[in-house]
């Protein structure tokens, strides 16, 4: 792992379009009630998680009202750099209920779309935030409303034409529009692909033939999460299959972000794709072992990833 002196973590860049407020109640071991009060939203889990890892993390997205200057304050906390895009609406949020084990929705706060002048403030301010980095890590948006597609579109194409490495975790319109841009790596699990179209199922051969198109539509490499199954990835004509021990979950949310982080990570450090694949299933699989998404702890993740089996799997083009 990196040392703890920032001035030699790998910079790593972080597109975080819709930041969340998150509020969970817990049940103490008293007995009573906890409330935790915590940044959310895909970027975030990402950007955490990777610092976790040993990167400098710089996460820019769009802040405004009082949930989104207490955001500000709780992400660097958390030890990130933000590079905050002031807007005149307030962020996101959402309440969970997790006293009893499983996550219940009490109230869901979706970000409000972002005006033609903030989009172009957050492209401007992401663009000049990424330029120094190692890779750009790509998270989506809590609502498809929040901002327009096609700037995921732009932001892949200008970060590839500036030689840094794209990692997406993405679904729905803002996975077309990467695509478009060009993206390094993209994650994606199983449901997602299903869900829009881009996978007939979850069987094996379905989700080798989706990673082929999207090789094609503008993904170097591609890497899908299948829930307790094993990861299947394709790169460089290659289908590799990745198999974590079988560990118990305590909350499986954020396994996929952590993931996307670990890959992310690896590529920072100049590792093959095989140890990127090794240290994005390690850091998912200590994720779920814990409460709170994306989070662990890096020594423990670096003794997991030797624990992973990562090997080849037969495919062909059709």
């Not at 992310?264 to 694949?277: M, Q």
Request: net charge negative; aromatic share 4%; proline share 5%.
């Amino acid at each position: 792992m990196e040392p703890e002196n920032s001035a030699t973590k790998p910079y790593g860049f972080v597109f975080a379009p819709a930041p969340l407020l998150t509020v969970t109640l817990e049940k103490a071991p008293d007995g009573s009630t906890e409330l935790h009060v915590h940044p959310g939203g895909q970027g975030f889990w990402i950007g955490r998680m990777a610092s976790i890892l040993g990167m400098d993390v710089h996460l820019c997205g769009p802040f405004g009202g009082e949930s989104g200057s207490i955001l500000v304050d709780i992400i660097e906390r958390e030890g990130l750099t933000v590079h905050p895009v002031k807007t005149a609406s307030a962020n996101g949020s959402y309440i969970h209920d997790r006293r009893e084990g499983e996550r219940k929705e009490i109230a869901d706060i979706s970000p409000p779309a972002l005006t033609r002048h903030e989009i172009d403030d957050l492209f401007s301010a992401s663009l000049a935030s990424a330029m120094c980095a190692k890779v750009a890590m790509l998270g989506g948006p809590h609502h498809d409303a929040a901002v327009p597609a096609e700037m995921y579109t732009r932001l892949c194409a200008d970060l590839g034409a500036l030689g840094i490495p794209v990692v997406a975790d993405l679904s729905g319109p803002t996975l077309r529009a990467a695509l478009e841009g060009g993206v390094n790596v993209l994650k994606v699990s199983h449901e997602d692909l299903i869900e829009d179209g881009l996978a007939e199922s979850d069987s094996l051969d379905d989700l080798l033939e989706a990673m082929q198109r999207l090789q094609d539509d503008g993904a170097e490499s591609v890497v899908i999460s299948r829930a307790g199954d094993p990861a299947i990835a394709f790169d460089n004509g290659n289908f590799w299959e990745v198999e974590a021990p079988s560990v118990q979950t305590v909350d499986h949310h954020g396994a996929g972000d952590s993931m996307t982080a670990g890959i992310a990570a690896a590529y920072a450090a100049g590792e093959k794709f095989e140890d990127a694949l090794r240290l994005g299933a390690a850091a998912g699989a200590v994720n779920v072992t814990r409460r709170g998404l994306a989070t662990g702890n890096s020594a423990a993740v670096e003794k997991m990833s030797e624990k992973i089996e990562v090997r080849k799997l037969k495919g062909k083009r059709s």
